[in-house]
C-alpha cells in the first residue's frame, strides 16, 4: 500500500505501508519527500505505480511510485483543485486522469502517455471537486458556482447542469456507482446515480472536510470534529466511528482496498487518515468496538496536510509522460513546441 500527501508547504509525502510481522504489525516506511511545487499543493491522486499533485501554481506533477521519483508535469490553466483517475477493471494501471481548476473547467488527459486530450469549460466559478463513474463514461463536478454539472467524457462535453443553491465542496460516487455523495458543510446528501433522487441526508454536526467510499454500503467522513465516521448509506445511521483519531481536523481518508484487485478484500479493514497537524494514522476499524482503538501505524510529517491519496496495487507498468502540439502531435516529455 503507498499513501502520497500533500502539503501547504508545497511537499509532496510518499509512503509505503509495510507489514512487520503477521500482519498485526505495520509501518510506514518513506519514500520520497521534495517541495514539488512552487505554490501550496491543492490535490492528489494514486492509481498503481502512477500519482499526480495539482497545486496552487497551475501545474499538475506526475510521479512513478516504483522507482520513487518525479517523472514529469502538465501545465494547467489555473489552480488544479481536483483530480480523479480511471482505472478500467481489466487495467493494472489508468487508462485517463481528470483535472478539475479553479477557472472552472475540467481537463482530460490519457494516462498512457500522460497526454492531454481536451478541456471542457463546466462551471462559472472554480471547480471544487470532481469524480469519474467506475464506468468511466462520466464524471460529476461540483463548483463555486452552486451547481453541480455532469461531463460526458466519451464526447468531451458537459450534458447536464444544474443549480444546487448551496455550494457543495465534495461529490463521489459510492464504490459501485449506483449512488452518489455530496458533501455541503455539515451535511451530506446521498443519491441514485440514475436520476440524482435525494435518499438520504446525514447531519455530520461539524464541517466535514474529506470523504471516501468504502465496501459494503460504508461512507468515510472526517473533518473538524477530529473524528472518522463510518456512514451506512442504507440506514442513514452512523455504523462505528473513531473518535479523536487525530487531535487536529481531518484532512484526508483513504480505503485500501480502493483502486485495488487481489488481495483486496484482505485489506478492507484498512482505513489511512491524515490530519493538518502533519499526523498520518493507519487504522484497522474492526478494533472500533474497543473503547479507544490505537492506530496501526502512524508518521508525523511536521507540515500542514492538505490531502491525501493511496493504493494498494503494486503496478508493474512504468508511467510515461507526453504532450501535445496544437494539432495534436504527441511530443516527447523533454521537448518543446
Not at 487495467?91 to 475540467?106: C, K, Y
Not at 482503538?293 to 493511496?310: D, F, H, Q, Y
Request: charged fraction near 25%; include cysteine; proline fraction near 3%.
Amino acid at each position: 500500500m503507498s499513501l502520497i500527501a500533500g502539503s501547504y508547504e508545497r511537499f509532496i509525502w510518499g509512503f509505503k505501508l509495510r507489514s512487520l510481522k503477521n500482519d498485526q504489525n505495520y509501518e510506514l516506511t518513506p519514500l520520497f519527500s521534495f517541495p514539488s511545487h512552487l505554490s501550496p499543493i491543492k490535490c492528489t491522486a494514486v492509481a498503481g505505480s502512477a500519482a499526480v499533485s495539482g497545486g496552487a501554481d497551475d501545474t499538475i506533477k506526475i510521479y512513478d511510485l516504483s522507482t520513487c521519483s518525479e517523472i514529469g508535469s502538465l501545465h494547467h490553466s489555473a489552480t488544479v483543485t481536483s483530480l480523479s483517475f480511471f482505472t478500467p477493471s481489466s487495467f493494472s494501471f489508468p487508462r485517463n486522469l481528470i483535472a478539475a481548476s479553479e477557472d472552472g473547467s475540467v481537463s482530460i488527459y490519457d494516462a498512457d502517455p500522460f497526454v492531454h486530450l481536451k478541456s471542457v469549460k463546466v462551471h462559472r466559478k472554480a471547480v471544487n471537486s470532481i469524480c469519474i463513474h467506475p464506468s468511466g463514461r462520466l464524471a460529476l463536478t461540483v463548483g463555486r458556482d452552486e451547481c453541480m454539472a455532469m461531463v460526458n467524457l466519451v464526447r468531451g462535453r458537459r450534458s447536464f447542469y444544474c443549480r444546487l443553491g448551496k455550494e457543495a465542496s465534495l461529490v463521489n460516487f459510492s464504490d459501485g456507482g449506483e449512488k452518489f455523495f455530496m458533501v455541503m458543510d455539515d451535511k451530506i446528501s446521498v443519491h441514485e446515480s440514475e436520476d440524482a433522487k435525494t435518499i438520504l441526508e446525514l447531519d455530520s454536526k461539524k464541517r466535514v472536510l474529506c470523504a471516501t467510499s468504502g465496501m459494503h454500503g460504508i461512507l468515510f467522513t472526517g473533518g473538524e470534529d477530529r473524528s472518522i465516521k463510518a456512514w451506512d448509506i442504507t440506514s442513514g445511521k452512523i455504523a462505528y466511528s473513531i473518535e479523536d483519531a487525530h487531535s487536529t481536523r481531518v484532512k484526508g481518508i483513504v480505503v485500501l482496498h480502493k483502486n485495488s484487485d487481489g488481495d483486496a478484500e484482505d485489506h478492507q479493514h484498512i482505513v489511512a487518515s491524515a490530519s493538518s497537524d502533519g499526523v498520518i494514522r493507519v487504522w484497522d476499524v474492526r478494533m472500533t468496538n474497543k473503547d479507544k482503538p490505537n492506530p496501526l501505524a502512524e508518521v508525523n510529517t511536521k507540515s500542514r496536510l492538505t490531502c491525501l491519496a493511496g493504493s494498494l496495487i503494486k503496478s508493474m507498468k512504468r508511467p510515461q509522460v507526453g504532450n501535445t502540439t496544437s494539432n495534436g502531435q504527441q511530443l516527447d516529455a523533454g521537448e518543446e513546441s
